[in-house]
């Protein structure tokens, strides 16, 4: 709709304007620090940061029901900055110019019910929002549209050039980061550290074909991001992990929606969402937050964090019900299938401790729960929700798994309808749903796959044939009949078809 039809009281809210400041806050000391300066760490004592804004002027003021009514308005909007994450502008990053925003078609991932017959094979109602529909098939879109905004912005105003980003990544995060800044080419450069052989061969095409350069390492990807902490506190590269706090912002526009997508309604809902490095969950809990304290939505909804029981160091914190006595260890991770959550030490360990205490402040209540799967629990989950319908990857498996169990434990009951994190493409993982589908898991991912999901082409043999078609030799006259009748019977006979 054109700004000028959209009703008269809204018209001047739907185009911010860039407004207030904003600062980096330490986690451990409570230090403040200007955005000017990249900063993945604390100088003064080497924690964790987070983003907030200070606002300033009129915004401060508004009800949660008229923000409601400026989200819902800018939905019609057809204004290029304001159509992926920045839909919630004043929630993500209201400093950057609509001019500096980089939008390349993410956000807005379908919320896709799950059919009865899946349904009742999991136990209750659910959705999966379908991450796997962002321009480089996975979430990590969402927080690369904010870091790379911001940078952009950044360059802009301090006319910096050449600037190199970087980054550890299980597969995702580096073809995130590929495409956007490949998108602002001759601005950046990127180069991208992944541990060689725990990546699809999918996902090492995304940056390559982004123009990366692309370094394989020994190790998993907790080594990566070693180096790739010490590169970014050494040199001068723009870190593109989620420990970079300008990634949280834009993920938090994943909580923005579900409540934008069930009409601010969200106390019945569960968000099952898998952890790995953290980020996500972290960006979650923050995004619900920052709703709740706005008055945009009135509850907060249930969060449960899943882990593979190959790489569940936040699972067996949580383990620990006494806060006072939970100590966080790393652990050492085994090969999974969620591969992109493979990870034994997460970087946004102390955001996620100090989210879930005031998220369960705020609620009054617990709210989240973490569970703990096998490997072949989500291999099953994947396999049977891509079969009602689906295109989740191994960590959408992850998902519904987590939903299974946390129904099994009695910590989700009727009435309650959750919303699953299918974070990525299954096309990025499908050598998984390959080896599934043929048989062919190596024992050390301890995936046996049930019989009745076996599937595997079936190869057309037309044994009395004398000629067959070939690539550019097509059959001619009456061999195209003899050919076109044996193969409908052969078809017909493996189908069991009954003549009309
Ligand atoms: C990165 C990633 C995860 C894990 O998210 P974290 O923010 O690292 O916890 C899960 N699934 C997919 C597909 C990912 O790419
Ligand atoms: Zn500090």
């Known amino acids: 709709m054109n700004l000028n039809e959209f009703p008269e009281d809204i018209r001047k809210y739907l185009v911010p304007e860039p407004s207030g400041t904003m600062f980096y806050r330490c986690l451990g000391c409570r230090g403040e620090f200007d955005i000017e300066r990249l900063l993945y760490t604390c100088p003064s004592c080497g924690g964790i940061l987070m983003l907030y804004h200070r606002s300033t002027g009129e915004k401060k003021d508004i009800e949660g029901t008229l923000w409601r009514r400026i989200f819902d308005y800018r939905r ?90 970087i980054c550890a990544s299980t597969g995702d995060t580096s073809a995130a ?108 809990l ?24 190959h790489a569940d160091p936040v699972y ?30 997460p970087v946004s360990m102390p955001r996620v401790i100090d989210l879930v205490r005031e998220y369960s402040q705020a609620a009054g209540q617990k709210r989240i729960f973490f569970v703990a799967i096998t490997e072949q629990e989500i291999m099953d989950a994947m396999i049977v929700a891509n079969k009602n319908g689906h295109t989740a990857c191994t960590h959408g498996g992850e998902s519904v798994a987590g939903f299974i169990k946390a129904i099994k434990e009695g910590l989700v009951s009727k009435g309650e309808i959750g919303i699953l994190d299918a974070t990525a493409h299954v096309l990025k993982f499908s050598p998984f749903q390959q080896m599934y589908l043929d048989d062919r898991f190596p024992p050390e991912f301890e995936v046996r796959p049930r019989r009745e999901f076996k599937n595997t082409p079936i190869k057309i043999e037309l044994k009395g044939l004398r000629k067959l078609p070939k690539t550019g030799r097509p059959l001619r006259g009456k061999d195209v009949d003899l050919f076109t009748k044996a193969s409908t019977a052969e078809i017909a006979r493996i189908l069991n078809l009954k003549k009309r």
């Open 76 to 165: 019609m909007l057809n204004f290029n900055p304001l159509k992926g994450i920045f839909r919630y502008y004043e929630f993500i990053a209201p400093i950057i110019p609509l001019e500096s925003i980089i939008y390349l078609g993410e956000a807005h991932t379908p919320i896709v019910m799950a059919n009865k017959n899946l349904e009742r094979l999991v136990g209750l109602p659910f959705y999966l929002k379908n991450e796997g529909l962002n321009p480089s098939l996975s979430f990590k879109d969402r927080g690369m549209a904010s870091a790379l905004s911001f940078i952009n912005y950044l360059a802009k105003k301090k006319n910096i050039k050449d600037i190199l980003t």
């Open 316 to 345: 067996r914190y949580y383990l620990e019900d006494d806060p006072s006595r939970r100590q966080f260890k790393p652990v050492d991770v085994k090969p999974s299938v969620a591969q992109a959550a493979m990870i034994g030490n």
């Open 177 to 284: 980061g590929a495409l956007y800044s490949a998108y602002l080419t001759g601005l950046l450069k990127s180069a991208v550290l992944l541990p060689k052989r725990r990546v699809t061969l999918q996902q090492l095409s995304q940056p390559l074909g982004s123009g990366a350069t692309v370094l394989e390492m020994p190790g998993v990807f907790d080594d990566c991001m070693r180096v790739a902490e010490e590169l970014s506190e050494e040199y001068e590269v723009f870190l593109l992990n989620s420990k970079n706090s300008w990634r949280i912002l834009g993920q938090e526009s994943f909580a923005f929606e579900i409540a934008q997508d069930f009409d601010y309604q969200v106390a019945d809902k569960v968000i099952v969402v898998p952890v790995g490095n953290a980020g996500n969950i972290t960006a979650i």
């Open 286 to 309: 923050n995004g619900f937050l920052k709703f709740l304290k706005a008055n945009i939505i009135s509850r907060l909804p249930k969060i449960i964090g899943v882990q593979s029981d």
